[in-house]
């Protein structure tokens, strides 16, 4: 038998392959390793469930990534309202595409939730007593900074000033339509002092001369071409938004029918309602008039 082929060889095995896996770092004793950078025991570690219910973890899950998800989309939110404060327009369409892209990830979520029964829900429904979706300060400041505004949704937090601090900064400054329409004042569009020098903390109220700021806008997309991409991409916010709050919607429906929601809102009736807000009307409208 050639000594090539003897299995008692004693030959040094070859070295691995440039696309081994023994090539990858495996000694993590003194390195900064996967977990260690994304801290994964602390954020693992946030899952605690209440009960024994298996489909509590699912639940905790679910609203954890969601949170994370409003995290990146209240910052992306801000860096692009910087941009537009600055007078920039092509810059923050990739943060408002991020936030779309978000959005989808946030509406996919509920799937996953509409995989529990409403009977393995009750099974640790009691368990978190009155703590609401409602309660989210993630979700009310991407609401406050989209402009659906309204000062008696920011009480539940009021015995937190570090989460009512900026929430009430928010309502107060200008929402990413505000600055779009001062944006579009800038280009010499008219608008009135009324329009430009609104009560910020209030919700935007239709206007005839935003509708024929926008006419303009759309009559001749190549001379305002930018402000044109910058209100189809507002358009693709908005509409994920509402996609968002009617895939909740159902997810209620499908778990608790028309229960009262933990929070103290009426559930069902009260997300169905929430369907009714407008965030950027005049880009709706504008369709209508073209």
């Known amino acids: 038998m050639a000594a090539g082929n003897d299995p008692r060889s004693t030959a ?5 392959g440039p696309d081994a896996p023994e090539r990858a770092r495996l000694d993590f004793a003194r390195r ?9 025991g602390t954020l693992l570690a946030a899952h605690q469930p209440l009960t ?7 639940f905790i899950t ?3 990534v969601s949170e994370l998800w409003l995290d990146l989309i209240v910052r992306e939110l801000r860096a692009a309202m910087d941009q537009l404060a600055g007078g920039v327009t092509d810059a923050p369409l990739k943060g408002l595409t991020r936030v779309v892209r978000a959005q989808e990830q946030l509406t996919a979520a509920w799937e996953v939730l509409k995989t529990m029964t409403p009977a393995e829900y009750l099974q640790f429904r009691h368990a978190f007593g009155e703590a609401s979706g409602f309660q989210s300060a993630g979700y009310r400041m991407v609401e406050v900074l ?9 009480r539940p ?9 900026p929430l009430q900064a928010a309502l107060h400054a200008p929402s990413v339509y505000d600055l779009t329409l001062r944006l579009l004042a800038a280009r010499g569009l008219p608008l009135p002092p009324e329009v430009l020098e609104r009560d910020l903390a209030a919700p935007p109220a239709e206007h005839p001369a935003v509708l024929a700021a926008w006419l303009t806008v759309y009559r001749d997309p190549q001379r305002h071409w930018d402000l044109y991409e910058l209100a189809e991409k507002l358009l693709d916010v908005e509409d994920h938004f509402r996609a968002w709050r ?5 997810t209620v429906e499908r778990t608790i029918g028309f229960r009262a929601g933990s929070g103290g809102t009426s559930g069902a009736g009260y997300l169905r309602r ?3 807000a407008v965030l950027f009307p005049e880009l709706w409208q504008v369709r209508t008039q073209l």
Not at 52 to 58: G, R, S, T, V, Y
């Open 32 to 40: 900064s390793s996967y977990g260690d950078y994304l801290r994964l």
């Open 62 to 64: 679910v609203h954890h």
């Open 52 to 58: 024994a219910a298996h489909d509590e973890h699912l």
């Open 12 to 16: 040094p095995d070859p070295p691995p």
């Open 274 to 276: 929430a369907l009714d």
């Open 157 to 165: 937090f009021e015995h937190r000033p570090d989460l009512h601090g």
């Open 146 to 154: 989209l402009g659906n505004r309204n000062p008696t949704l920011l």
């Open 246 to 250: 009617f895939n909740h919607l159902t």
